[in-house]
Structure formats: structure tokens, C-alpha cells
């Protein structure tokens, strides 16, 4: 519910027996209207809602899909170290750990 500014006075009023609904006041014509425009309001916040929870699906898909291959290089990683160290160091730093 949207928040109301209420009044800075009290408001005095009388409660009447003959308050009538807003759908029974209105023609029949306007109230068909008014229940399509309804109904369509709600299919669209329900296709919204499906949208938005495709959307968080695809994404944690991706998520997953990167973890995964993360997963995989940095244990490729651990088992290459050394091995593609030795391959990309220049001569000099070789031959500076050698000697020290």
C-alpha cells in the first residue's frame, strides 16, 4: 500500500448505510472494461515476473558455467606451475636461480 499524507486536523464524518461499491455504481459496459483492462494488467506483471525469473536462471547458469571453468584452469594451473614457469622466464632469471 502507497502511503497517504494524513491530515494535520481531525476530520469529523458520518458513516452512511448507503455506500455503494465502486464496480456496482459503474454501467455495464464500463465495468467489462474495467475487468479486461484488469485482466490485462495482470497477465503482464505475471509475464513479467516470468521474464525476470528466466532471466536470474540464465544468469546463475552463467555464473555457474564460469566457476566451473575457473575451476578447471586453476587446477590445470596447479599442475602446470613449474613447468610453464620454466617455459616463459627469460635465460638471465634461469640461470640467476641456478646459481643461487
Request: proline share 3%; glycine share 0%; hydrophobic share 35%.
Amino acid at each position: 500500500m502507497c502511503s497517504v499524507p494524513k491530515p494535520k486536523r481531525r476530520v469529523k464524518a458520518r458513516i452512511a448505510n448507503t455506500s455503494v461499491g465502486i464496480l456496482s455504481s459503474m454501467s455495464s459496459e464500463k465495468r467489462l472494461n474495467f475487468a479486461d483492462c484488469a485482466n490485462q494488467a495482470s497477465d503482464r506483471r505475471i509475464e513479467a515476473k516470468q521474464l525476470k525469473r528466466e532471466e536470474k536462471y540464465r544468469i546463475n547458469k552463467l555464473i555457474v558455467k564460469k566457476n566451473n571453468a575457473q575451476k578447471i584452469t586453476a587446477k590445470n594451473n596447479i599442475n602446470q606451475s613449474w613447468f610453464y614457469w620454466l617455459l616463459n622466464t627469460p635465460f638471465r632469471k634461469l640461470m640467476r636461480k641456478l646459481i643461487s
